[in-house]
């Protein structure tokens, strides 16, 4: 079975901000169950036109939000078992979406290198590399308040699918092209 990491940068002042201090391509990565990526999972902005109101989303690619996005998708085989696994806890996060929030402190806390847990709060890649190490898929060096977007490419099985403007992506699947 296959799941996708889903890496993206827009135009907005915030993703500029970040890119200028981490100097890589892309500064958010999303997790998404299907190469259609009709079902994603991140978290980030619940609101396009309010970067600071953040939490666990379901992304909608379609939204005019992302129409300049630069992306790159990455496939990664897990098994049937992981994927139900991923399934579940995507679920209950599905279910407990009010609980949590975006991470703020703790990505200033990762790029001071200092070491902070907290309950019912991710940033985008700590989400993403918790919920492939809660359900097998991927084992870490680093605990996953100290994974970036850039550490999850080292898991050895990504195979890259797709690097581009998102609009280009989605009209591909939507021709059968990937």
Same mark, same amino acid.
């Given at each position: 079975?296959?799941?996708?990491?889903?890496?993206?940068?827009?135009?907005?002042?915030? %993703?500029?901000?970040?890119?200028?201090?981490? /100097? $890589?391509?892309?500064?958010?990565?999303?997790? @998404? =169950?299907?190469?259609? #990526?009709?079902?994603?999972?991140?978290? !980030?902005? /619940?609101?396009?036109?309010?970067? =600071?109101? &953040? !939490?666990?989303?379901?992304?909608?690619?379609?939204?005019?939000?992302?129409?300049? %996005? $630069?992306?790159?998708?990455?496939?990664?085989?897990?098994?049937?078992?992981?994927?139900? +696994?991923?399934? %579940?806890?995507?679920?209950?996060?599905?279910?407990?979406? @009010?609980?949590? /929030?975006?991470?703020?402190?703790? =990505?200033?806390? =990762?790029?001071?290198?200092?070491?902070?847990? +907290? $309950?019912?709060?991710?940033?985008? %890649?700590?989400?993403?590399?918790?919920?492939?190490?809660?359900?097998?898929?991927?084992?870490?060096?680093?605990?996953?308040?100290?994974?970036?977007?850039?550490?999850? #490419?080292?898991?050895?099985? #990504? *195979? /890259?699918?797709? *690097? !581009?403007?998102?609009?280009?992506?989605? &009209? +591909?699947?939507? +021709?059968?092209?990937?």
């Amino acid at each position: 079975m296959e799941i996708f990491l889903v890496y993206s940068a827009n135009n907005s002042l915030l %993703s500029k901000a970040i890119q200028c201090y981490t /100097k $890589e391509t892309y500064n958010h990565v999303s997790i @998404a =169950l299907d190469k259609d #990526l009709n079902n994603t999972y991140s978290f !980030g902005r /619940k609101k396009m036109s309010n970067p =600071l109101i &953040g !939490g666990f989303v379901k992304e909608d690619f379609w939204d005019p939000f992302f129409s300049t %996005s $630069e992306c790159a998708v990455y496939s990664l085989e897990v098994t049937e078992e992981q994927y139900e +696994r991923i399934m %579940s806890i995507l679920e209950y996060f599905n279910k407990n979406k @009010a609980l949590y /929030k975006y991470n703020f402190i703790g =990505l200033v806390a =990762l790029s001071l290198d200092y070491r902070l847990e +907290r $309950e019912h709060a991710f940033f985008c %890649s700590e989400f993403v590399a918790t919920l492939l190490s809660d359900s097998g898929a991927a084992t870490f060096e680093k605990e996953n308040h100290f994974i970036t977007p850039q550490d999850l #490419l080292n898991l050895g099985t #990504l *195979e /890259k699918v797709f *690097e !581009g403007k998102m609009i280009q992506y989605i &009209g +591909r699947v939507q +021709r059968s092209e990937i």
